[in-house]
Structures are given as C-alpha cells and as structure tokens.
C-alpha cells in the first residue's frame, strides 16, 4: 500500500428492513427481517478494509447506542477513528429493500452532521493517501462549509468524490466549488447525468460511472472503455455501490492501474449483491476467487 484511505463523509446505523414491495401511499406492508447494522459510510470503509487497505474515518460519531454500535463495527474491521465521540447521538437511515434487490432510504442526520473544518483539520494527511468524499457531506450546510474550507489543505494527494443518490440536491455552484479538488469521480449512471450538466466536470482527470450488471465505464485521458462486470442475480443491491467505491479505493493505494481497479471493484460488487445487508463487501481473497473462476 502507498498509503491510506482517509473518509471523510458519514457513517450511520441502517435500519434494513426487507419487504416484498414498498407500501402506497397511507399503505402498510409487512416486513420479513428487520435489523440494526452500521451503514452510510461505513459500508465503504468496512470494503477498502476488507480489500486490505488502511483506512482512517474522519467524520463524527456520536454519544449514544448509535454511536456505539458504530464504533464497534469499525473497531472490528480495524478502523482508525480521529473525532472523539459528540453530542448527539449518530444518525439512522431507514433501508427498506424490495423483492427484487432495489433500496430505498430514508435519513435522520445525527452527529455525524455536525462536522467542523477544525475538526478535519485534526487529519495529518500522510504521502499517499487518498481522500474519500461522499456528495452526503455537500448537502448539510454545517459538512458542506467543513469541507470546502479544508479540502485545499488536501492538495498533493489524490481525491475521490463519490456523489452519491443526493447528488441532484446539490447546487451547480456547490459542485464547481469542488470538483478542481477531484482527481477520481465514481458513480453510478443516474449520478453521473446529474453532474454532466455542471461545468467542470469533464476536467476531472479519471471518472467512472457504474452500469450494474454490466461492469463500469471508464473514462482517462480521453479514452473511454468498458470494464466488464459479472452478471449475477442480486438479493440487495444496498451497499454494493460503496463496496465498488471502497475496493476501487484499496487497489488504487496498492498501486493498481485504474482499469485493473475498476474490474477488482466490479467483482466485489457482484459478490456484495449476493448477500444481504449493507456491508456486504467481500475480502480481497473472495475477489481472487472469483477472478480467477471466471479466467478457467
């Protein structure tokens, strides 16, 4: 490794509750399993982990069982945590997966929100690190001016943005603000129509956008190319973006041509889809595995 993943977004506790379809309007439906689990931006950070990175969470946590449960799930994938604990407790978002994998949320920002520029300047960016920032931290005023005034500290070490489903609710001037700092932006397809409308974005040096099923398209140095994907049948497609982003991460630090990153990143998707929950992400053994299954 060339050095560590620094995160700075958020990580929450999913609420997963599993139903065959969502409910209308006034509508109740039963659930089949519900269950409290670390989400958010954990489930990037428990995947770059897996994938044998070093990995530092710069965001806030909170004072609180939800707090508390976070900092277990870290500790166990062997996180570094920077921010002490704070008042109040962490934030919950409501997952309710459907029968045919799709996820839909529904969030309630807690300490995780409430992140300062001080705070951040509390990370001691080391040589080769690479900083990992979620559109989740443009869409709250108190992240979003955190951010903006600390990321030109980051200079000299390489930044990837991953805009997330709130992309759309970030400002055009938001996004301008940030993307001169951007070396690497992955997302998905409707994220990334979302940000083609915003001047600067195609000055970004390395962006790959997700196609499910299919793999992902990258686009460096004005060349595009599809990077196959491994067709499978999803159980719960939740998480299975940020188990992309966390393993495209960890193979960058190790050194990784991004078009080999980016088919690491697209395995570990394939695998994560296949089970349930949010940190679903494989180990790096697991993407071998398949890899070296589908090569025979």
Known sequence: ????????????????????????????????????????GFTVLAAAARAGAEVVYAGEHGTGRFGD?????????GVELVQPPVTPDTGVCVVLVDAAGERTFITETGAEGTLTAEHLHRVRLRA???VYVTGYSL???ANRDALLEWLPSAAGHRVLLDPGPLAADVSAGVWRAVLPHVDILTCNAAEAAVLSTVDGVGG??????????????V??????????GFP???????????????????????????????????????????????????SRAEVDELLAATRR
């Open 1 to 40: 490794m060339t050095g560590r993943l620094v995160h700075t977004g958020q990580a929450v506790v999913d609420l997963v509750m599993r139903v065959e379809a969502l409910p209308p309007p006034g509508g109740d439906v039963l659930a089949s399993d519900v269950r409290f689990t670390a989400g958010g």
């Open 69 to 77: 449960l976070v900092r277990d799930a870290l500790a166990a994938e």
């Open 128 to 130: 080769g690190d690479l």
């Open 139 to 141: 869409v709250r005023e």
């Open 204 to 217: 970004v040096p390395v962006r790959i956008t997700r196609v499910g099923a299919a793999g992902c398209d």
């Open 219 to 228: 686009v460096a140095r004005g060349t595009t190319v599809r990077v196959p």
């Open 232 to 282: 499978v049948e999803p159980v719960d497609t939740n998480g299975a973006g940020d188990a992309h982003a966390g393993v495209l991460a960890a193979e960058l630090l190790r050194g990784a041509p991004v078009l080999v990153a980016a088919g690491r990143a697209n395995a570990a998707a394939a695998i994560a889809v296949q089970r349930y929950g949010p940190a679903t992400a494989p």
